[in-house]
C-alpha cells in the first residue's frame, strides 16, 4: 500500500492494470495474486475507519456553514423585502407631495387671477364712479349757472307788481325767465334720474 495523492473514490485502472481503491491519500493496489493481500485490506479498513471522523466532523461544519448561509439570505431577502415596501412608500409619499404641490400652485394661480379680476373690476368701479361724479358734478354747475343767470335777470330787470302780485318783465323777459327756470328743473331731474340709478345699482 502507498500513500499517493487522491485521484478518485472509485476504482480505477492504474499504469500496469492492476485495479486501484483510491480513498483520502491512500492508494491500495489490490493484488489478488499476493498473499499479502488479506493484511493489506485490514490495513486498508483500518485506515478508512480513522478517517470517518473527520469526514462526519466535515460534513457537519458544512452543514452549520449552510445553515449560516441559509439565515444570512433568508435575513437579506427580508431585508431587500422592507427596502422595497419603504421605496413604495416613498413613491406613494411623493406622488401625494407632487399632487399637494400642483394644488397649492393652482390655488396661488387661482388667487392671483382672481386677485387680478378684483383689481380691474374696482378699477372699472373707481373709474365709473369717478366720471359719475364728474358728470353730477358738471350738471350740478350747470344748474347754479342757470340760477345764477335767472336770479341776476330778475334783479336787474324785474319790478314786482304789489296790485297783482306778479313780477313783470320788459318785452319777452316773461319767456326767458321761464325757458331758464326750465332749464333748471330739467338738469335737477336729470341729476335725480341718475342718482337714483346709481342707488339702485348699488342695493
Same mark, same amino acid.
Given at each position: 500500500m502507498?500513500?499517493?495523492?487522491?485521484?478518485?473514490m472509485?476504482?480505477n485502472?492504474g499504469e500496469d492494470?492492476?485495479?486501484v481503491?483510491?480513498w483520502?491519500g491512500?492508494d491500495?493496489?489490490?493484488?489478488?495474486?499476493?498473499p499479502?493481500s488479506?493484511a493489506?485490506?485490514?490495513?486498508?479498513i483500518a485506515a478508512a475507519r480513522?478517517?470517518?471522523?473527520?469526514l462526519?466532523?466535515?460534513?457537519?461544519a458544512?452543514e452549520?456553514e449552510?445553515?449560516?448561509?441559509?439565515i444570512s439570505?433568508?435575513?437579506?431577502?427580508?431585508?431587500?423585502?422592507?427596502?422595497s415596501?419603504?421605496l413604495s412608500?416613498? !413613491?406613494v409619499?411623493n406622488?401625494?407631495?407632487?399632487?399637494?404641490?400642483?394644488t397649492?400652485?393652482?390655488?396661488?394661480?387661482?388667487s392671483? !387671477?382672481?386677485?387680478?379680476?378684483?383689481?380691474?373690476?374696482?378699477?372699472?368701479m373707481?373709474?365709473?364712479?369717478?366720471k359719475d361724479?364728474?358728470?353730477?358734478?358738471?350738471?350740478?354747475?350747470?344748474?347754479? #349757472?342757470v340760477s345764477r343767470?335767472r336770479?341776476?335777470?330778475h334783479?336787474?330787470?324785474g319790478? #314786482?307788481?304789489y296790485?297783482?302780485?306778479?313780477?313783470? #318783465?320788459p318785452g319777452t323777459?316773461?319767456? #326767458?325767465?321761464?325757458?331758464?327756470e326750465?332749464?333748471e328743473?330739467g338738469?335737477?331731474?336729470l341729476?335725480?334720474? !341718475?342718482s337714483?340709478?346709481?342707488e339702485?345699482g348699488?342695493a
Amino acid at each position: 500500500m502507498q500513500g499517493n495523492k487522491v485521484q478518485a473514490m472509485w476504482p480505477n485502472r492504474g499504469e500496469d492494470g492492476k485495479e486501484v481503491v483510491a480513498w483520502s491519500g491512500f492508494d491500495y493496489r489490490e493484488n489478488n495474486d499476493s498473499p499479502a493481500s488479506a493484511a493489506a485490506d485490514a490495513r486498508f479498513i483500518a485506515a478508512a475507519r480513522n478517517l470517518v471522523p473527520a469526514l462526519r466532523a466535515a460534513l457537519t461544519a458544512a452543514e452549520a456553514e449552510r445553515d449560516a448561509l441559509e439565515i444570512s439570505l433568508d435575513a437579506a431577502n427580508t431585508a431587500i423585502g422592507n427596502m422595497s415596501i419603504e421605496l413604495s412608500d416613498m !413613491r406613494v409619499a411623493n406622488g401625494r407631495l407632487t399632487a399637494r404641490v400642483a394644488t397649492l400652485t393652482e390655488m396661488r394661480d387661482q388667487s392671483q !387671477r382672481d386677485y387680478g379680476d378684483a383689481v380691474s373690476r374696482m378699477e372699472d368701479m373707481l373709474s365709473r364712479a369717478e366720471k359719475d361724479e364728474v358728470r353730477a358734478e358738471a350738471l350740478r354747475e350747470a344748474v347754479a #349757472y342757470v340760477s345764477r343767470r335767472r336770479e341776476t335777470y330778475h334783479q336787474e330787470h324785474g319790478s #314786482y307788481d304789489y296790485t297783482t302780485g306778479v313780477t313783470e #318783465y320788459p318785452g319777452t323777459g316773461d319767456e #326767458y325767465v321761464a325757458e331758464l327756470e326750465e332749464i333748471e328743473e330739467g338738469i335737477t331731474d336729470l341729476i335725480n334720474q !341718475r342718482s337714483k340709478a346709481q342707488e339702485g345699482g348699488d342695493a
